[in-house]
């Protein structure tokens, strides 16, 4: 993976705001994420954090504000959807793999049906990605003989092979068990290093520490605190951050 991460993704997110019904769940939400920058998102369950990146992604349409992706205003009616999102590596809580194909298959399925690749192209993109998460040897097996972390790492080989431009984690450790959840972080910190551009969604505060470029802490719908990681979890100036860090911590 190393030799093929792409810089060129940015985020810039500016004053989105995103109701269901009557729930206001993003109140104005602005976040840049700047080329090869690792940002972490953090905040209580139900603040908008999921909400935030499905908008990113236009799984969800913003009511208001603007989403830039690359040199691309996703959030422009005439955006190509699909072309976009196959520029952005999504790895979500649930890995969704399919249980009746094998590993290998699992990644190369969206390259050959989305990206035209040959099987044989796909397949050792596949491998390679598959190397690179340490589950080369796994290529054969259904993902059912793997543990929760190893298909986590299935799901980020799989994303990496469609070549993204930058990568949205949604608590892609938080179903794990926790004897699994130090390999799939190992695997990011990784792609962070290679300079991949990430926005990763978390409550492992150890790894956003020692990650992350930027921490975002948001409640409410609302960004309540934004800066370098050691001064958004290590001295933070706001009492919910506070309160927030005092429980995860
Ligand atoms: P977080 O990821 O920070 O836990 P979410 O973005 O998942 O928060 O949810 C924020 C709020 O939005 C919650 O009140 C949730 O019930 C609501 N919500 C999220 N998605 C939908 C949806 N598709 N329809 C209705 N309400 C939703
Ligand atoms: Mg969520």
Do not use: W, Y
Not at 109 to 121: F, N, P, T
Not at 218 to 247: H, W, Y
């Amino acid at each position: 993976m190393s030799d093929t991460a792409n810089t060129g993704g940015r985020i810039v997110v500016e004053g989105v705001t995103k109701a269901f019904g009557s729930n206001e769940v993003l109140k104005g939400i602005s976040l840049d994420v700047n080329p090869g920058e690792v940002v972490c998102l953090i905040g209580p369950s139900g603040s908008g954090k999921s909400t935030l990146l499905r908008c990113i992604n236009l799984l969800e349409r913003p009511d208001a504000g603007t989403i830039t992706v690359g040199d691309t205003l996703v959030t422009d009616p005439e955006c190509d959807i699909d072309d976009f999102r196959r520029r952005v590596g999504l790895v979500f809580q649930h890995f969704n793999l399919f249980p009746h194909l094998t590993v290998l298959e699992n990644c190369s399925i969206a390259q050959r049906r989305v990206l035209k690749r040959s099987r044989a192209e796909a397949d050792e993109i596949s491998l390679r990605n598959l190397e690179h998460v340490g589950l080369a040897d796994k290529a054969m097996d259904k993902p059912s003989s793997l543990s929760g972390g190893q298909q986590q790492r299935v799901a980020i080989a799989r994303a990496l092979s469609m070549d993204p431009e930058l990568m949205l984690f949604d608590e892609p450790t938080s179903a794990l068990d926790p004897e699994t959840v130090g390999d799939v972080l190992a695997v990011m910190r990784g792609l962070a290093k290679a300079g991949m551009t990430m926005l990763v969604v978390t409550h492992e505060m150890g790894f956003a520490r020692e990650v992350a470029d930027k921490v975002v802490f948001m409640d409410g719908g609302v960004v309540v605190e934004a800066g370098q990681a050691a001064q958004v979890i290590g001295a933070p100036q706001n009492a919910r951050t506070k309160e927030f860090l005092s429980r995860v911590l």
